[in-house]
T-cell receptor, first 113, second 114 residues
């Protein structure tokens, strides 16, 4: 059973607008969350993380929001650029799990110039 | 830093053949992970090692799958015999430290079993 879910397989956004990618999780023990970006024929690359002690983490154009009560996190990209077109995975881990991460199925973002 | 190195990049084999995928983690990283990517399930963790010791192999789908880490700089994932449903992209990742830290992925091996 998927403990991390990304219910939107794809998303299209106009360049310059905001992209919002969503992720839900079921395991209340998860306390560390990451977003990865993946281009075709490459491995996923780390983008941004958030610990459960925070509800927001920002890095340039990328902001991750965490709503623990809803078991929901989101990645905001603003402004979106064509180079942001990729598949985005969210991942979650629980303290004491030995850095074992559970990944969602990914959301394919297309930024239209 | 050369990153995580996987070989081969592509593997095409016939059903029933043995397949061996290889991974060299980032030097100094003490944890190594094998993932499989499929459309239906996304990135699935197959097995992970800490300090060369397998910690959790509950994600390995069947006995046909096995993984080894003979030393800190090399790991293999073997499928014997291979089946068409094993076709997927297999990723190796490594991480450092004793706490939670991001994984660094290789570029993957695309396996096709005909």
């Amino acid at each position: 059973d998927q403990q991390v879910k990304q219910n939107s397989p794809s998303l299209s956004v106009q360049e310059g607008r905001i992209s919002i990618l969503n992720c839900d999780y079921t395991n209340s023990m998860f306390d560390y969350f990451l977003w990865y970006k993946k281009y075709p024929a490459e491995g996923p690359t780390f983008l941004i993380s958030i610990s459960s002690i925070k509800d927001k983490n920002e890095d340039g154009r990328f902001t991750v929001f965490l709503n623990k009560s809803a078991k929901h996190l989101s990645l905001h990209i603003v402004p979106s650029q064509p180079g942001d077109s990729a598949v985005y995975f969210c991942a979650a881990s629980a303290r004491g799990s030995g850095n074992q991460f559970y990944f969602g199925t990914g959301t394919s973002l297309t930024v239209i110039p | 830093d050369a990153g995580v190195i996987q070989s081969p990049r592509h593997e095409v084999t016939e059903m029933g053949q043995e397949v061996t995928l290889r991974c060299k983690p980032i030097s100094g990283h003490n944890s190594l992970f094998w993932y499989r990517q499929t459309m239906m399930r996304g990135l699935e963790l197959l097995i992970y090692f800490n300090n060369n010791v397998p910690i959790d192999d509950s994600g390995m789908p069947e006995d046909r799958f096995s993984a080894k880490m003979p030393n800190a700089s090399f790991s293999t994932l073997k499928i014997q015999p291979s089946e068409p449903r094993d076709s997927a992209v297999y990723f190796c990742a490594s991480s450092s430290g004793t706490g939670v830290s991001p994984l660094h992925f290789g570029n993957g091996t695309r396996l096709t079993v005909t």
